[in-house]
């Protein structure tokens, strides 16, 4: 399966942007998707995961309350809404996948098989 990250852009302090990732290739509804995000000089890290059936997610502390993560099956597209957007928020968002189909939520990227090519969101102060 191919990932497609896309809608990283430009936005100021308090901002929202809408991130999407889009399967293609053996795609299927029975796979659990994850959003990282990697700044310069820092480790790629956790920010959001969803299971196959979008009834399951889960959210890194510094996001939660502010980032959405839902997911289309039809569309075999993953979002990511990020609201009240902050300076610490700028880095290379990368959309992972893995087959699942229990209510699980994956943090650790290892466990991840496929990867988007990132798409960078960069906040200004």
């Known amino acids: 399966v191919q990932l497609q990250a896309s809608g990283g852009g430009l936005v100021q302090n308090g901002g929202s942007l809408r991130l999407s990732c889009a399967a293609s290739?053996?795609?299927?509804?029975?796979?659990?998707l994850g959003w990282f995000r990697q700044a310069p000089g820092k480790e790629r890290e956790f920010v959001a995961g969803i299971d196959w059936s979008g009834g399951t997610t889960s959210y890194a502390d510094p996001v939660k309350g502010r980032f959405t993560i839902s997911r289309d099956n039809a569309k075999n597209t993953v979002y990511l809404q990020m609201n009240s957007l902050k300076p610490e928020d700028t880095a290379v968002y990368y959309c992972?996948?893995?087959?699942?189909?229990?209510?699980?939520?994956?943090?650790?990227?290892?466990?991840?098989?496929?990867w988007g090519q990132g798409t960078l969101v960069t906040v200004s102060s």
């Open positions: 992972a996948g893995r087959y699942s189909k229990v209510s699980s939520v994956y943090r650790s990227r290892n466990y991840y098989a496929y």
């Open positions: 290739g053996r795609t299927s509804s029975s796979y659990a």
